[in-house]
C-alpha cells in the first residue's frame, strides 16, 4: 500500500481478496491488547460487520508481566462493551516461563492460547494487527542477526489460522483513522523497555535513522516481499519432494528416494525436510544452521545404513536408494515373547502354533524374537546353515527392517527360522508341531 494513501476499513476487503479468502458469514477471533493498532483492527471489523455478515471475538491475553495488567483488561473490557462485541480474556502466569526469555515465553503462550480459543469458540481465523512498521523492524532484527534470505520474509500476512491484515499500513495511518474516529486506546509501557531487542531497535534505527531516511522503509518492505516471493518458489519445489515422500514399511516412519532430496537447493532442502517430517510423522522441526547444514552433509555424502539424530525425536536412515525417517526408538523391535499353542502377534507379523493330534507339548523356550548377531538357521532341505544377517541382506531389508523382522528361537534361544525369508517360507515344520507365518 503507497505511504500516502489513507487508511479505511473498506481496504482490509482487498486483503481477504487477495488470500482468496471469502469473508462474508465468517467468524473472525481478534487478538486484542488495547493498544492502537488493535483498537483500529477492532473497530474496522465492527464497522465491517454488518455488510459482510461477520461473527467478531475479541480475544485479550493478560501476560501478567506488569503489576498493573489488570488496567489493560479493563480497559479492553470497556471498548468491547462500546463496540458491542464479544470479549474472552486468557490469564497466563510468567512463573511457568522457567529459563524461557520473556519475549519467546509471551509469543509462543499467547498463540497457543489464541488457536485454543479459535477451536472453543468456532472462529475460522485468528486476526493479529501487525503493521508494516512491525515488518521493517522485524527484517532488520534478521539483518542484525545474519539471517538467510527465506528468514528476511519476515511477518508473513498468512500462517496457518492467523491473519494480519494491516502489514501493508504504517502506523501514522493507523493513527490518523483512529484519532478521526476519536477511538481510545491504551499504550503498554513495556513498548519502551530497552532490554528487549525489537524496542531497541524501534528507538534507536525506526524512530532514529530510518525516520530520516524514508527510502530505506521502503526497501526494507520491498526487500520482505521479495524474500516472500522466493520462499514461494522454494515452497513449490519442497512441496514437490514432499509429495515423493510415502509412508514406510514400518508404522510411523516414511521415505523418501535419496536423489530426489540430495537434488534440493538449500533452502528448499529444509522446507521439504521440515514439511515431510510434520506430514509424514507429526513433529515440528526446529533446527540451527549449523545442524542443518550437518544434517544436508549427511544427505549428500553418507553411505548405506549410517544413522542420523535429527531432532532429540527424529533419526534418519541412508539406505540404499531412499532415506528413512523414523521416530527415535522405532529401530528396537519387538520384545522377545513366549510362542503358545495358537496365535501370536508380533509386530505387524502374526505367526500361529498347531500340534499334531497325539501331542501334548512344545518344546521348551520356544519363542519370537527380533535377530542377534551370529543367528544361524538352515537354509532348506538338505541345504547348510547360513547366518540370519545374510539372509537380510540378500532380502534388500534395511537396518530399520531388520529389528522388526522375526527369528523363530528354540531351546537354548538358537534360531531356528525365518519366516517369510528362509526355506520354507510360509511354514516351519517338527516333528508333532508346526509354524506358520503370515506377513
Not at 121 to 129: H, Y
Request: proline share 5%; charged share 20%.
Amino acid at each position: 500500500m503507497p505511504p500516502a494513501c489513507k487508511y479505511h476499513p473498506e481496504l482490509l476487503l482487498t486483503f481477504f481478496q487477495r488470500e482468496n479468502i471469502a469473508l462474508a458469514g465468517t467468524h473472525l477471533l481478534v487478538a486484542y491488547s488495547g493498544g492502537l493498532d488493535s483498537s483500529v483492527l477492532a473497530a474496522s471489523l465492527a464497522q465491517l460487520r454488518s455488510g459482510q455478515r461477520l461473527s467478531i471475538t475479541l480475544a485479550h491475553v493478560n501476560h501478567h508481566l506488569r503489576e498493573d495488567s489488570g488496567r489493560d483488561e479493563a480497559h479492553c473490557r470497556r471498548v468491547a462493551a462500546q463496540l458491542d462485541l464479544p470479549l474472552h480474556v486468557v490469564h497466563l502466569d510468567p512463573r511457568e516461563r522457567h529459563q524461557e526469555s520473556v519475549e519467546a515465553w509471551a509469543r509462543r503462550e499467547r498463540y497457543a492460547a489464541l488457536e485454543l480459543l479459535a477451536a472453543e469458540t468456532g472462529a475460522r481465523w485468528i486476526l493479529t494487527a501487525h503493521h508494516a512498521g512491525d515488518q521493517v523492524e522485524t527484517v532488520l532484527m534478521r539483518l542484525r542477526q545474519r539471517s538467510g534470505l527465506l528468514a528476511l520474509a519476515g511477518i508473513r500476512p498468512r500462517r496457518g489460522l492467523i491473519l494480519r491484515p494491516l502489514l501493508d499500513f504504517s502506523r501514522d495511518q493507523l493513527r490518523r483513522w483512529a484519532e478521526a474516529q476519536a477511538l481510545v486506546w491504551w499504550e503498554d509501557p513495556s513498548n519502551n523497555d530497552r532490554r528487549f531487542l525489537r524496542n531497541r531497535l524501534r528507538q534507536d534505527l525506526a524512530e532514529g535513522f530510518l525516520a530520516r531516511k524514508p527510502g530505506a522503509i521502503a526497501a526494507l518492505l520491498n526487500l520482505s516481499r521479495l524474500a516472500r516471493r522466493y520462499e514461494a518458489a522454494c515452497a513449490g519445489l519442497a512441496h514437490r519432494v514432499v509429495s515423493r515422500a510415502t509412508a514406510g514399511d514400518l508404522p510411523g516412519t516414511c521415505e523418501v528416494p535419496w536423489a530426489v532430496l540430495q537434488a534440493v537447493e538449500k533452502d528448499s532442502f529444509t522446507l521439504a525436510v521440515s514439511g515431510l517430517v510434520e506430514r509424514h510423522l507429526g513433529i515440528t522441526v526446529r533446527l540451527s544452521k549449523p545442524h542443518w547444514q550437518t544434517f544436508r552433509n549427511f544427505v549428500q555424502f553418507s553411505v548405506v545404513g549410517k544413522v542420523f539424530d535429527l531432532t532429540p525425536n527424529v533419526q534418519v536412515l541412508r539406505d540404499r536408494h531412499s532415506l528413512i525417517y523414523y521416530r527415535t526408538g522405532a529401530e528396537r523391535g519387538p520384545e522377545p515373547c513366549p510362542l503358545p499353542v495358537g496365535r501370536t502377534i508380533w509386530g505387524r507379523h502374526a505367526l500361529e502354533v498347531t500340534i499334531a493330534n497325539g501331542y501334548q507339548a512344545l518344546p521348551p523356550g520356544l519363542q519370537v524374537r527380533p535377530w542377534q548377531v551370529g543367528d544361524r538357521v538352515k537354509f532348506g532341505h538338505g541345504a547348510g546353515h547360513k547366518l540370519v544377517s545374510d539372509i537380510f541382506v540378500d532380502a534388500r531389508l534395511s537396518r530399520l527392517e531388520k529389528n522388526h523382522w522375526p527369528v523363530v528361537a528354540g531351546p537354548g534361544n538358537r534360531a531356528l527360522w525365518v519366516p517369510g525369508l528362509a526355506v520354507p517360507r510360509q511354514r516351519y515344520f517338527s516333528a508333532g508341531w508346526s509354524i506358520t507365518w503370515h506377513s
